[in-house]
């Protein structure tokens, strides 16, 4: 297929349409869950999006983005106009890189271990700060996914709770890609039980606020089973030209 090539101007109209097209999707599938539309967090996922088309959903009232790579979201920072905008890393993220990035962003998304965990809090404590995080787990229990497997949760959470400088505000997923919207509904509202379920217990330290489901495909029926924040990237921005 032929693409075209839109200049920036065109980019930018296009930016401005679809955030309010997925506010308005947002806001009727909030009220559908009895929920109010700013109850749903739209974070705009930016991975590789050039800083001027960033800069520009930013000024058009995003206050919430989402970066995959440590060395990626580094690189384009010194030319985003974050303002009052948060950072949140959304993906996989290894030991290594942990001290790079504490400091760097709001939140981290994709904690999917205790040993991640530890290295969080670790580097977050000689920073003098507390990370704040959500805990990604594998719903689809896929074998390629990152993600913790769900037998492994409780017993993770509970772990993390003792850790100092680390503080869990919730879950996050990406479930399998499903042929059938029953499916895919299936695993948000298992999801959203296991939420409610864990936010009931009340366990200290462990802030269950956070329910970080649904994507430029399927961000309408997350939010249908819950979710308060979405993670939307290619229906903002267009598709992604790796
Ligand atoms: C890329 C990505 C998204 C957004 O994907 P789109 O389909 O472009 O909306 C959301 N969450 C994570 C973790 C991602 O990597």
Redesign the pocket.
């Known amino acids: 297929m032929k693409m075209a090539v839109l200049s920036s101007e065109e980019r930018f109209k296009n930016i401005e349409y679809n955030l309010a097209v997925i506010r308005q999707k947002i806001a009727d599938a909030a009220k559908e869950s009895g929920r109010k539309p700013e109850d749903v967090k739209l974070?705009a996922?930016t991975?590789t999006v050039e800083p001027i088309f960033i800069n520009h959903a930013i000024d058009c009232g995003i206050d919430l983005i989402?970066e995959?790579k440590v060395q990626e979201f580094l690189s384009k920072k010194p030319y985003l106009k974050l303002g009052g905008c948060e950072a949140h890393l959304?993906?996989h993220l290894q030991t290594n890189k942990v001290r790079q990035i504490v400091s760097e962003v709001s939140m981290i998304?994709?904690v999917d271990s205790v040993k991640l965990a530890r290295e969080i809090s670790k580097r977050s404590e000689a920073a003098g700060k507390t990370t704040e995080c959500l805990i990604e787990v594998n719903i689809g229990d896929e074998e390629s996914k990152t993600g913790l497997d769900l037998s492994l949760l409780m017993q993770t959470l509970e772990e993390i709770s003792l850790l100092p400088s680390i503080k869990v505000k919730g879950l996050?997923t990406?479930p399998p890609i499903c042929d059938d919207d029953g499916q895919l509904r299936k695993y948000f509202s298992q999801m959203n039980e296991i939420f409610v379920d864990i936010k009931a217990k009340k366990i200290d330290n462990i802030d269950m606020s956070i329910l970080s489901m649904g994507?430029?495909?399927d961000?309408e029926e997350a939010v249908r089973c819950g979710s308060n924040l979405v993670?939307?990237?290619?229906?903002?921005f267009g598709p992604?030209l790796y």
């Open positions: 974070m996922v991975k989402g995959n959304i993906g998304q994709s996050m990406i994507m430029s495909g961000y993670r939307v990237g290619s229906a903002i992604r």
